[in-house]
């Protein structure tokens, strides 16, 4: 009966044939040393498999005779695990983060969107730029070109296009890469990502004793809890008719 998912105890990893599993009749065998012993029947090679106390291996199906290797199970699939974590370390995950434009987009959020670029850019990440027409803007396209060709030119420090932009649709869309590292304008955040500290204590000090003019004014002195107060002002009024009212 075979089950329509897959069972939780089995791995995600390439599957290997080991010992009494193999189907070949005739294999290719590898040794300890990883020297070839050449082609040996499967009954041979458990056998020398067993005298070995190891395992054997399938880890070429595929070839004629299929290659096989007499090696610890447990120790071949630690080494593999390895290989493929190591592997997958210096792969790059492509991101594409997408800006959008406006034909009628004003200085200042154009400015915006250039740092936003900028940003995506300098973390080695693609930048894709689209911009919409609306209702009649279609009639005016060369606009929106001259909005992305501006958009392009301040962001060239920090990245290229990967083509001219295109006009599908109701949009212009660009895509644009990283420049690589050693030709790409320093970014305007800085590695450790502080962009004004402050300075410390002692040179605070000595700026202000190289500079008396910059010399913060003195506190002002606190008035003593025990001071006396104007009674006329207890009431909250200068002239209270009723200061020298007894009640009895």
Do not use: W
Not at 48 to 70: G, M, T
Not at 77 to 98: F, I, L, M, N
């Amino acid at each position: 009966m075979s089950r329509p998912f897959p069972s939780r105890f089995s791995s995600s990893g390439p599957h290997f044939r080991v010992n009494g599993k193999i189907r070949a009749r005739e294999i290719r065998v590898i040794g300890l040393d990883g020297n070839q012993l050449g082609v040996l029947s499967l009954a041979e090679a458990l056998t020398l498999a067993r005298s070995n106390r190891v395992d054997l291996v399938e880890i070429a199906p595929n070839a004629s005779p299929p290659v096989c290797r007499l090696v610890d199970y447990g120790k071949f699939r630690y080494e593999q695990a390895k290989r493929d974590k190591e592997s997958k370390k210096h792969q790059h995950a492509t991101r594409v983060k997408e800006v959008q434009l406006s034909p009628k987009i004003d200085p200042h959020d154009l400015a915006i969107k250039v740092e936003h670029a900028v940003g995506f850019l300098s973390e080695d990440m693609k930048v894709k730029a689209t911009l919409r027409f609306r209702g009649r803007e279609m009639a005016h396209t060369d606009v929106g070109f001259q909005v992305v060709r501006q958009f392009l030119a301040q962001i060239s420090p920090y990245g290229h296009p990967d083509f001219e932009p295109k006009l599908l649709g109701r949009g212009i869309n660009v895509m644009v890469s990283p420049l690589p590292r050693n030709k790409r304008a320093k970014g305007p955040i800085p590695a450790d990502g502080v962009e004004n500290p402050m300075p410390p204590l002692e040179t605070a000090s000595a700026e202000a004793e190289d500079h008396p003019e910059h010399t913060p004014p003195p506190p002002r002195p606190q008035v003593p809890p025990n001071r006396p107060t104007d009674p006329r002002r207890q009431s909250g009024f200068v002239n209270n008719p009723f200061a020298q009212l007894e009640i009895k």
